[in-house]
């Protein structure tokens, strides 16, 4: 029975300072052996604990515990104690697309600086940046005019040679349709425009007032210009690509080099890119907000910056970290005709990438009983592998809440993982060796043992 001190305590019903005598309660399901322990999840138990917290949150002012955002939402907090999760957001991702400059070997040699792109040599740099810079010829196609082009027909010697050599070229993936340096080496970015209203105010009436309507909005087709912070790698790979990209713009601009055949009849602008972000939650898998800046190309590349020397500067500060300011044509927000873009964009690239497996990132590592060894694989075991992928959330599929879910898919055939095989393989030798040498160590002491 509950003391009169005991009065404030009690909730319909049930005496709080009794938990002691009710937890000795046991059933063919759960036994309960701590005192106390009235948070076990037993369902009633578990039930009585959710009422506890929610009639906490009450008497406080917050209103329902389990209900916290439709409060917010739909009904008044005339108090102003409404206690509900503030918005965060992750940063989320950032894909650059690649030009599609014209790296013929023939083009290149237009101009002396360019002519040092015209490597065939597929382990070198300047390979790799010749192919990021040319989505064409990387994936062994050659354009023809009115917009036709065809895979490995037509083409001459040389460019079926340099289409084979960037297959085979293990520092660029051709399967990639975004400019892989860059995304990794991308640290900020900032310039996207608000939605500004454009106001107008009427003229003044007989009695000097006046009225201001709406009228209307840019709509974002304005030039917009954003600013990119880069870091870059040793051997200033990021910044070489900025500066063969704004000189090839300069030389094309002349008519020093020309564009593909294609590109020149369609009007297309072939040295533009376009940049994706994608805000997420704190799971970097959900998908909340998403944009898409089109006719984007680099302004300037800073390479005057390398060669300007401080007093007592040793290493030059410029070449790690550098803005690239970028001119966009049109910024989109919002617009689902941007996640269609993007899912097709890889799928051009890839014609089987829905049958790609799904990248799992909390897969299992290695175990051992016999050795009491576990070698457990974190989330971030798999990076670096696989390409983004955009797929529809439902309500079955994720508890609740229906949407946008970024995932990575890898393609099997080009993909196989054998090291936890290794690691297990070389684990097992040791324990093989050393038992070995026990072994070994028994029968020499054995032996010795005898011999006296």
Same mark, same amino acid.
């Given at each position: ?51 506890? @917290? ?15 955002i ?16 503030? %918005? ?19 083009? @290149?040699?237009?101009?002396? !600086? ?5 490597? +065939? ?19 062994? @196609? ?25 297959? +085979?070229?293990?520092l ?8 892989t ?14 939605? %500004? ?31 990119? +912070?880069? !870091?870059?790698?040793?051997? &200033? !790979? !990021? @910044? ?14 002349? %008519? ?31 998908i ?11 302004k ?14 040793? %290493?030059?500060a ?51 009983? +016999?050795m ?23 309500k ?14 890898e393609?099997? &055939? ?16 040791a ?8 072994q ?13």
């Amino acid at each position: 029975m509950a003391s009169q001190n005991d009065t404030d305590y009690i909730l319909s019903g049930v005496n709080l300072t009794d938990i002691d005598d009710l937890v000795s309660y046991k059933s063919s399901d759960v036994a309960y052996a701590t005192p106390g322990t009235f948070l076990h999840n037993d369902a009633k138990w578990k039930a009585f604990a959710e009422n506890i @917290l929610d009639a906490s949150f009450r008497f406080m002012g917050n209103g329902s515990y389990n209900n916290s955002i439709q409060n917010f939402i739909s009904r008044l907090d005339r108090h102003g104690t409404a206690y509900t999760p503030v %918005n965060t957001l992750n940063y989320g991702y950032t894909f650059i697309t690649r030009p599609r400059l014209n790296m013929t070997t023939g083009n @290149l040699r237009q101009h002396p !600086v360019m002519s040092l792109l015209a490597s +065939e040599d597929n382990r070198s740099i300047a390979f790799a940046i010749r192919m990021l810079l040319d989505t064409c010829i990387s994936r062994g @196609l050659e354009p023809f005019a009115y917009g036709r082009y065809s895979r490995n027909k037509g083409m001459t010697i040389d460019q079926a040679k340099i289409g084979k050599l960037a297959a +085979e070229n293990i520092l660029i993936d051709t399967h990639s349709p975004f400019f892989t340096p860059l995304c990794n080496g991308l640290r900020g970015i900032s310039g996207f425009p608000d939605f %500004n209203i454009v106001e107008a105010t009427l003229g003044e009436d007989f009695h000097s007032g006046d009225m201001t309507i709406v009228k209307g909005a840019e709509l974002f087709n304005r030039t917009q210009e954003l600013s990119l +912070e880069f !870091v870059d790698i040793q051997g &200033s !790979v !990021v @910044l070489s690509c900025f500066f063969y990209w704004c000189l090839y713009m300069a030389l094309q601009a002349k %008519n020093i080099v020309m564009a593909y055949p294609d590109d020149i009849y369609e009007q297309r602008l072939n040295y533009t890119v376009s940049i994706y972000r994608f805000i997420t939650d704190h799971t970097r898998r959900n998908i909340l907000w998403w944009c898409k800046a089109t006719g984007c190309f680099p302004k300037s590349a800073p390479i005057g910056a390398i060669f300007n020397i401080n007093q007592g500067e040793i %290493n030059v500060a410029a070449a790690k970290n550098f803005s690239i300011p970028f001119a966009a044509n049109c910024i989109e927000y919002n617009d689902p005709g941007i996640i269609y873009d993007f899912r097709t964009l890889v799928r051009r690239y890839n014609p089987g990438f829905d049958k790609w497996k799904e990248v799992v990132e909390d897969s299992p590592g290695l175990q051992n009983q +016999e050795m009491n060894l576990y070698l457990s694989r974190p989330s971030v075991y798999k990076n670096f592998l696989g390409l983004p992928d955009i797929i529809g959330t439902t309500k079955d599929d994720d508890k609740g809440v229906g949407g946008l879910r970024l995932i990575w898919r890898e393609d099997p &055939s080009r993909t196989q993982d054998d090291t936890m095989d290794k690691i297990k393989k070389q684990i097992t030798d040791a324990a093989a060796e050393l038992q070995q040498v026990q072994q070994n160590n028994i029968k020499a002491a054995a032996s010795k043992l005898y011999k006296r």
